[in-house]
């Protein structure tokens, strides 16, 4: 009140300023806020309420908990997710921050300009067409590739997807669809980096290898930190992949694979909603904890 | 515009009776707990069970594309009913999609179809208890009309005494070949278990690359097995079934096929894929499977020319006292409690599965009513595809092994994930019964199914 009455014009105007934008900001974070809660919150809460409950509604404690993990499926389902989430995250580190890196060197020509939309294409479609895109790749008999898959020894569809290539494949297809927005990510980060570093490290006589490794890595730390705390909790939930795989091999792959599916099962074919509710809760235990362990340990949060 | 604004008042004018409706089970728990359940008040117990208000309107009927003509020719010949049409997967391969959606109407309560087909005999074993499929032999269906569906057709829908679905077509086994090809070999069709593999083996020497059979679908044990009369799913109960895979007749039969799958006579990619259909489908010699392989495989996907496919009835093992074989799915017709046009619905129901003019004349499959299976086989015979008539299919229809049932879980998804992957990898089916056994004794007991073995 006061202020807007102050004799000094630069000061009023000054504050006015700040108030619009201190108005903007609130407008942006409420819009977020919203969906957070009708989509985040609310859905969340209303898992864990299912979760501790039963079908009349009553308090059950750890009882739907402990009934899901007495499934024989999720001892082998946790098994299979966790060996996925190995597979997923180390290529996902060690091949994006490694492209990323190829990318900034060839920056200054058209090479790198194309390779980056190249990279980013399959990211482009949408997540359940481009698994789709895989089930073709994959069967010898329509595949674009059957010479490579018949030079590996596989002649049909089934050899293909046997068991123990599952963890594999599907690491194949999420990088497929997920890797090229995090090439590009990444890239961004690296052109972040201020060139009076990069130069004080070619001056020093730091060679492209010593560059990346002991500059440019260290400082896009935060940056992998971020890539892998999204992808652990996409990873753990783990589910269009092999419902999809499961659907086009007729069950003979893919059924009952992870836990999402498992918990599918649960609320649409054993008619147990309080079960299913009990397992996404696991999974949201799980991640929110490994992304607690990764930001405690990098040092996420801190100032520059 | 206007009929969006319309359902948004009427969902609102909903919501607030809802809410009224809320407050007033509230007040009456103190005193009596009756009458609360979801949409329990106004209904009117008829027929069985309790009947929703009834009203004019569009019929919702739920089919697979497969069925989308059925619909498709009801409507043309009742032009005045007012039809809603929606085609989904039919369930196929387990699919579950129809029981997803309707635990998911439950919660909503609303959006159920009125009457849905299913490719799968197993729906009663959830639909009952989600309350969901509506008693067909208490007042909906006359007992006349039941009665001739052919003896047995029906028990896959029957829980308790109670008909909660009519089936569409049989899906009896019997042993496919092609006339030609038998007569240019100087073969005869083998009448035994043990003729056929012998025939089998003589093919895989004389005349490599063609095929006896297929073990590589997920109904494979349901044509084999089943008609070997392998105890793997016997359904003792509402929710109790016996297991037992590695009894003599499931070891004699998976022993035939393993020779025959050694030899190469018998291929292992299921008639489906796409390796078959390239690579095999030419090849076939005899093909034992489900009585819709004529129209739906041979003609449908094989384009087989007309003139080749004849059908034998399924080999016995010798010394067998009666005839038995498999059946492989065959669909069936849920009508739904919360319909409100339980009268349009049955008119549909029955028509669709009774009717001469679509089970009759239009039904890729073996009509389970009888009447219109006479009338189907006349209308086959006449068609001049098959290689001489397909009569053995009516024989068979009646000599479906009855020890084996349709229990909650997909005998089909454990198959393909317990065996199929294992015969990809060279593995003989006798070594895989046992784990076979302990797939079905896990799926049955997750499912709540007492199981003995």
């Given at each position: 009140?006061?202020?807007?009455?102050?004799?000094?014009?630069?000061?009023?105007?000054?504050?006015?300023?700040?108030?619009?934008?201190?108005?903007?900001?609130?407008?942006?974070?409420?819009?977020?806020?919203?969906?957070?809660?009708?989509?985040?919150?609310?859905?969340?809460?209303?898992?864990?309420?299912?979760?501790?409950?039963?079908?009349?509604?009553?308090?059950?404690?750890?009882?739907?908990?402990?009934?899901?993990?007495?499934?024989?499926?999720?001892?082998?389902?946790?098994?299979?997710?966790?060996?996925?989430?190995?597979?997923?995250?180390?290529?996902?580190?060690?091949?994006?921050?490694?492209?990323?890196?190829?990318?900034?060197?060839?920056?200054?020509?058209?090479?790198?300009?194309?390779?980056?939309?190249?990279?980013?294409?399959?990211?482009?479609?949408?997540?359940?067409?481009?698994?789709?895109?895989?089930?073709?790749?994959?069967?010898?008999?329509?595949?674009?590739?059957?010479?490579?898959?018949?030079?590996?020894?596989?002649?049909?569809?089934?050899?293909?997807?046997?068991?123990?290539?599952?963890?594999?494949?599907?690491?194949?297809?999420?990088?497929?669809?997920?890797?090229?927005?995090?090439?590009?990510?990444?890239?961004?980060?690296?052109?972040?980096?201020?060139?009076?570093?990069?130069?004080?490290?070619?001056?020093?006589?730091?060679?492209?290898?010593?560059?990346?490794?002991?500059?440019?890595?260290?400082?896009?730390?935060?940056?992998?930190?971020?890539?892998?705390?999204?992808?652990?909790?996409?990873?753990?939930?783990?589910?269009?992949?092999?419902?999809?795989?499961?659907?086009?091999?007729?069950?003979?792959?893919?059924?009952?694979?992870?836990?999402?599916?498992?918990?599918?099962?649960?609320?649409?074919?054993?008619?147990?909603?309080?079960?299913?509710?009990?397992?996404?809760?696991?999974?949201?235990?799980?991640?929110?904890?490994?992304?607690?362990?990764?930001?405690?340990?990098?040092?996420?949060?801190?100032?520059? | 515009?206007?009929?969006?604004?319309?359902?948004?008042?009427?969902?609102?004018?909903?919501?607030?009776?809802?809410?009224?409706?809320?407050?007033?089970?509230?007040?009456?728990?103190?005193?009596?707990?009756?009458?609360?359940?979801?949409?329990?008040?106004?209904?009117?117990?008829?027929?069985?069970?309790?009947?929703?208000?009834?009203?004019?309107?569009?019929?919702?009927?739920?089919?697979?594309?497969?069925?989308?003509?059925?619909?498709?020719?009801?409507?043309?010949?009742?032009?005045?009913?007012?039809?809603?049409?929606?085609?989904?997967?039919?369930?196929?391969?387990?699919?579950?999609?129809?029981?997803?959606?309707?635990?998911?109407?439950?919660?909503?309560?609303?959006?159920?179809?009125?009457?849905?087909?299913?490719?799968?005999?197993?729906?009663?074993?959830?639909?009952?208890?989600?309350?969901?499929?509506?008693?067909?032999?208490?007042?909906?269906?006359p007992a006349e009309t039941l009665g001739k569906f052919a003896e047995g057709a029906n028990d896959v829908c029957t829980v308790g005494g109670t008909a909660y679905c009519l089936r569409n077509d049989l899906s009896q086994a019997v042993l496919w070949y092609n006339a030609p090809l038998m007569k240019e070999f100087g073969y005869t069709v083998p009448t035994t278990?043990?003729?056929?593999?012998?025939?089998?083996?003589?093919?895989?020497?004389?005349?490599?690359?063609?095929?006896?059979?297929?073990?590589?679908?997920?109904?494979?044990?349901?044509?084999?097995?089943?008609?070997?009369?392998?105890?793997?799913?016997?359904?003792?109960?509402?929710?109790?079934?016996?297991?037992?895979?590695?009894?003599?007749?499931?070891?004699?039969?998976?022993?035939?096929?393993?020779?025959?799958?050694?030899?190469?006579?018998?291929?292992?990619?299921?008639?489906?894929?796409?390796?078959?259909?390239?690579?095999?489908?030419?090849?076939?010699?005899?093909?034992?499977?489900?009585?819709?392989?004529?129209?739906?495989?041979?003609?449908?996907?094989?384009?087989?020319?007309?003139?080749?496919?004849?059908?034998?009835?399924?080999?016995?093992?010798?010394?067998?006292?009666?005839?038995?074989?498999?059946?492989?799915?065959g669909g069936t017709w849920l009508l739904s409690q919360h319909s409100e046009h339980v009268k349009a619905a049955t008119d549909f129901i029955t028509w669709v599965t009774t009717s001469d003019a679509y089970q009759g004349k239009v039904a890729p499959g073996f009509p389970a009513y009888a009447p219109a299976a006479e009338t189907w086989l006349k209308q086959q015979?006449?068609?001049?595809?098959?290689?001489?008539?397909?009569?053995?299919?009516?024989?068979?229809?009646?000599?479906?092994?009855?020890?084996?049932?349709?229990?909650?879980?997909?005998?089909?998804?454990?198959?393909?994930?317990?065996?199929?992957?294992?015969?990809?990898?060279?593995?003989?089916?006798?070594?895989?019964?046992?784990?076979?056994?302990?797939?079905?004794?896990?799926?049955?007991?997750?499912?709540?199914?007492?199981?003995?073995?």
């Amino acid at each position: 009140m006061t202020v807007t009455h102050s004799p000094v014009s630069s000061v009023r105007r000054r504050s006015q300023g700040a108030r619009r934008q201190r108005r903007a900001g609130t407008a942006f974070v409420a819009a977020y806020v919203v969906l957070l809660i009708a989509f985040g919150v609310v859905p969340t809460a209303y898992a864990v309420y299912f979760a501790f409950s039963n079908a009349q509604g009553a308090f059950t404690g750890f009882d739907n908990f402990v009934t899901t993990m007495q499934d024989f499926r999720f001892v082998p389902a946790l098994g299979h997710v966790g060996l996925y989430l190995l597979f997923w995250l180390v290529s996902l580190v060690v091949i994006v921050v490694g492209l990323a890196l190829m990318l900034h060197r060839l920056a200054s020509g058209g090479a790198g300009k194309a390779l980056r939309f190249l990279f980013y294409i399959p990211g482009a479609l949408a997540g359940a067409a481009s698994v789709l895109v895989w089930l073709f790749v994959l069967d010898p008999t329509v595949s674009p590739v059957s010479s490579l898959l018949g030079a590996l020894g596989y002649n049909t569809f089934g050899e293909v997807i046997a068991p123990g290539h599952l963890p594999l494949l599907f690491t194949i297809i999420a990088f497929w669809t997920g890797a090229g927005g995090w090439i590009v990510v990444i890239y961004g980060a690296l052109n972040n980096i201020p060139k009076d570093v990069m130069e004080a490290a070619r001056i020093d006589g730091a060679g492209a290898w010593q560059t990346a490794w002991r500059v440019q890595i260290p400082m896009l730390r935060k940056w992998i930190v971020y890539m892998v705390i999204l992808a652990f909790a996409g990873g753990a939930q783990l589910f269009v992949e092999p419902q999809l795989l499961s659907l086009a091999s007729v069950g003979v792959a893919g059924r009952d694979y992870s836990l999402n599916q498992l918990s599918y099962d649960f609320a649409f074919q054993m008619n147990n909603i309080n079960g299913a509710a009990a397992v996404s809760v696991e999974l949201l235990v799980v991640s929110l904890s490994a992304a607690a362990l990764f930001v405690a340990r990098s040092g996420f949060f801190d100032a520059e | 515009m206007t009929a969006m604004k319309q359902s948004v008042v009427r969902s609102r004018a909903l919501a607030k009776r809802r809410s009224v409706l809320l407050a007033g089970c509230v007040a009456a728990v103190v005193a009596t707990a009756t009458a609360c359940g979801g949409g329990a008040t106004n209904t009117n117990s008829k027929d069985g069970f309790n009947q929703v208000p009834q009203k004019n309107g569009a019929l919702t009927v739920w089919v697979d594309s497969t069925r989308l003509a059925a619909a498709k020719l009801y409507q043309k010949l009742h032009p005045d009913v007012k039809l809603n049409i929606v085609t989904y997967d039919g369930d196929a391969n387990g699919s579950n999609y129809l029981q997803t959606k309707v635990q998911l109407f439950n919660r909503t309560g609303k959006g159920w179809p009125d009457v849905v087909f299913s490719s799968q005999n197993n729906e009663v074993t959830w639909a009952v208890d989600a309350n969901f499929a509506a008693p067909l032999n208490k007042g909906l269906v006359p007992a006349e009309t039941l009665g001739k569906f052919a003896e047995g057709a029906n028990d896959v829908c029957t829980v308790g005494g109670t008909a909660y679905c009519l089936r569409n077509d049989l899906s009896q086994a019997v042993l496919w070949y092609n006339a030609p090809l038998m007569k240019e070999f100087g073969y005869t069709v083998p009448t035994t278990w043990e003729e056929y593999q012998q025939l089998g083996e003589k093919v895989a020497t004389e005349h490599p690359g063609y095929l006896v059979g297929d073990a590589g679908d997920s109904f494979t044990p349901e044509i084999y097995l089943w008609a070997g009369k392998c105890g793997a799913n016997h359904i003792t109960g509402a929710k109790s079934v016996s297991v037992n895979t590695t009894s003599a007749e499931c070891t004699k039969m998976a022993e035939l096929m393993d020779v025959l799958i050694k030899k190469k006579s018998m291929s292992i990619s299921g008639v489906f894929s796409t390796d078959f259909g390239k690579n095999k489908a030419d090849k076939v010699l005899m093909m034992p499977g489900p009585s819709w392989y004529g129209g739906a495989l041979f003609k449908g996907t094989f384009k087989t020319p007309a003139k080749q496919i004849a059908a034998a009835p399924i080999p016995q093992w010798s010394g067998e006292a009666s005839p038995s074989t498999g059946n492989v799915g065959g669909g069936t017709w849920l009508l739904s409690q919360h319909s409100e046009h339980v009268k349009a619905a049955t008119d549909f129901i029955t028509w669709v599965t009774t009717s001469d003019a679509y089970q009759g004349k239009v039904a890729p499959g073996f009509p389970a009513y009888a009447p219109a299976a006479e009338t189907w086989l006349k209308q086959q015979n006449a068609s001049g595809y098959f290689a001489g008539d397909i009569n053995v299919l009516k024989d068979a229809s009646t000599q479906v092994w009855p020890g084996w049932g349709s229990g909650q879980f997909s005998q089909e998804a454990i198959w393909a994930a317990t065996v199929k992957p294992g015969l990809t990898q060279g593995k003989t089916i006798v070594s895989l019964l046992p784990a076979w056994q302990d797939s079905i004794v896990k799926y049955a007991q997750s499912n709540g199914y007492k199981v003995s073995q």
